[in-house]
């Protein structure tokens, strides 16, 4: 993991799906962002979160936000989230 606390929360995911409280969880999944039909780059989100009734979450732990991180983050807003409004985005701090 990158950091203590992404590896603490990957503890915590891993005791919520032993108690069924989610399907199940995978770490570092790559989204390209896209604007435009043109691939501009690729985020890699730290977890994907699958629950029960098929929603799911993507979470990014964050110690700090660094200028890419924003930039990053406002292209995936615009152009993933806003094409999967059902995929809810948590940041953890």
Same mark, same amino acid.
């Given at each position: 993991?990158?950091?203590?606390?992404?590896?603490?929360?990957?503890?915590?995911?891993?005791?919520?799906?032993?108690?069924?409280?989610?399907?199940?969880?995978?770490?570092?999944?790559?989204?390209?962002?896209?604007?435009?039909?043109?691939?501009?780059?690729?985020?890699?989100?730290?977890?994907?979160?699958?629950?029960?009734?098929?929603?799911?979450?993507?979470?990014?732990?964050?110690?700090?936000?660094?200028?890419?991180?924003?930039?990053?983050?406002?292209? +995936?807003?615009?152009?993933? +989230?806003?094409?999967?409004?059902?995929?809810?985005?948590?940041?953890?701090?």
């Amino acid at each position: 993991y990158h950091s203590k606390k992404e590896a603490a929360y990957a503890a915590e995911l891993v005791l919520r799906e032993k108690a069924g409280d989610i399907l199940s969880w995978q770490r570092q999944i790559p989204i390209d962002l896209v604007v435009n039909g043109y691939k501009i780059c690729r985020y890699y989100v730290d977890f994907v979160v699958a629950f029960h009734n098929g929603d799911a979450e993507l979470v990014e732990v964050k110690g700090f936000e660094t200028e890419v991180y924003r930039l990053k983050r406002k292209l +995936l807003e615009a152009t993933y +989230l806003k094409e999967n409004p059902d995929v809810r985005y948590v940041v953890v701090k």
